[in-house]
């Protein structure tokens, strides 16, 4: 890698880690020839895959040069920085050569916008087909459709990728015409839906057709920055379930804002993300996804904001407490499934367990249940009643204070670990 090469790839790389929305698994691209790698099950960098695997991911921006001017971008075409601009060829090099090396099992192409829409798109379309046609690489690819960009080009970019994104950033159309007026969200949703109708297309004629080619066969996903404008909760949350209903979204990020541009007015002034808030709007995500909830049923009108102290699913389980306790030997999978201290996979094993016999509080504890937090609501034989009497307020303090000793007692018991830690060093025999 000659040294120009290098100093591009340090800036553009930076750059790229604002974009979190760059999940890969879906794919199902495989190797039947004599290509290098495989798109199957592989994943985004430096995280888990379905099936719990770490991987890694070349994340990038094809450049950091842009014609917009928005807000919370530390990109903005205002501020002064040192800008790079890879060419087509040098991140197909690049991906090649890390990808032999062993370094990365997939690419994540974002760009600021050159020029124009079209035009960046074309150029990061160029990479994508160089790739597949001419280094016949079978690896997972994730590309940004830009807003704005041709239908054609889109559909060109879903041809060879096998994810597309296109980030909507503020929740808001109001808003986005506040801190990126350039911007608006007729360009962002077209595409959307074009994404959308063109995957639902692909998969009806490879029913028909075996070797009809794929149209970003995992999917499409977008990205929502949390705190840079003043939406609640809920609309985040709501508009979250929207995409997922009316576009076929595969996963919606949140991404807490970064004070990069402190010296714009229009932005909040804070010195750090809001990660709590992030991660709580993510667990609403995963209740959504995974838990059958609504969106209306995990905050309403008269609580717009996530209690940052519980969970979305025990803060559901304190404002509903008329519902509880749930009889676990006779309750449907739903309910249970909103029982605190009871997941996914434990819930199932309950509704397999007890075709056989009535659970007891010692066979839940087997199958995995957070008894902790779930005996206050849920009822078994030997459960005493009154553990169903605790009023919301005065139960959300007692699970905080359970919570904050067996933080605290994990903290001492690691400090004594390591007061009492003392070396062995090896001896030669």
């Keep these: 890698m000659n040294e120009q090469v290098a100093n591009k790839l340090k800036i553009l790389s930076d750059a790229a880690k604002y974009d979190v929305s760059c999940a890969s698994s879906g794919s199902n691209r495989s190797n039947h020839s004599k290509g290098i790698g495989t798109g199957v099950a592989c994943g985004i960098c430096h995280s888990f895959t379905d099936d719990g695997r ?194 076929n979204l595969k996963r919606v990020y949140f991404s807490g804002y970064l004070p990069v541009n402190d010296y714009d007015k229009r932005l909040p002034a804070i010195t750090r993300p809001p990660l709590v808030r992030e991660n709580r709007l993510y667990q609403s995500d995963w209740l959504m996804r995974f838990y059958h909830f609504k969106a209306e049923e995990i905050l309403n009108e008269d609580q717009p904001f996530l209690d940052l102290d519980v969970d979305p699913k025990l803060g559901y389980a304190l404002r ?21 201290g009871i997941g996914v996979q434990s819930a199932q094993k309950i509704i397999l367990a007890r075709r056989h016999r009535r659970l007891t509080l010692l066979h839940l504890k087997k199958l995995g249940i957070v008894m902790k937090r779930a005996k206050y609501f849920i009822t078994t034989n030997e459960l005493p009643a009154s553990f169903s009497d605790w009023e919301p307020l005065r139960l959300k303090h007692k699970l905080l204070s359970e919570m904050n000793s067996k933080f605290k007692k994990s903290e001492d018991t690691q400090l004594k670990l390591f007061t009492d830690f003392k070396p062995v060093l090896p001896t030669l025999h």
């Design 54 to 247: 770490c991987v890694s991911l070349f994340k990038i921006l094809m450049t950091n040069h842009c014609i917009y001017d928005c807000a919370y971008c530390i990109n903005r075409r205002s501020n002064d920085r040192p800008r790079a601009t890879f060419t087509p060829q040098e991140i197909v090099d690049l991906t090649i050569g890390f990808y032999r090396r062993n370094y990365i099992e997939g690419l994540f192409l974002s760009s600021g916008v050159i020029k124009s829409p079209d035009h960046t798109m074309e150029r990061m379309v160029s990479i994508a087909k160089k790739l597949r046609t001419e280094e016949n690489y079978n690896g997972y690819i994730h590309l940004k459709a830009i807003p704005g960009a041709s239908d054609v080009l889109i559909h060109e970019a879903g041809i060879w990728a096998d994810r597309l994104s296109v980030n909507m950033e503020i929740p808001t159309e109001l808003n986005l015409k506040k801190l990126a007026p350039e911007k608006n969200y007729p360009d962002i949703i077209s595409p959307m839906g074009q994404i959308r109708d063109s995957i639902l297309v692909a998969k009806e004629e490879r029913k028909k057709y075996r070797k009809a080619p794929r149209f970003a066969p995992a999917g499409q996903s977008t990205q929502l920055i949390v705190g840079a404008s003043p939406e609640t909760d809920r609309q985040i949350i709501l508009l979250s379930s929207g995409l997922y209903k009316n576009q």
């Design 320 to 340: 509903n407490m008329q519902l509880f306790p749930v009889d676990i030997n006779r309750a449907d999978y739903e309910m249970i499934l909103r029982v605190p």
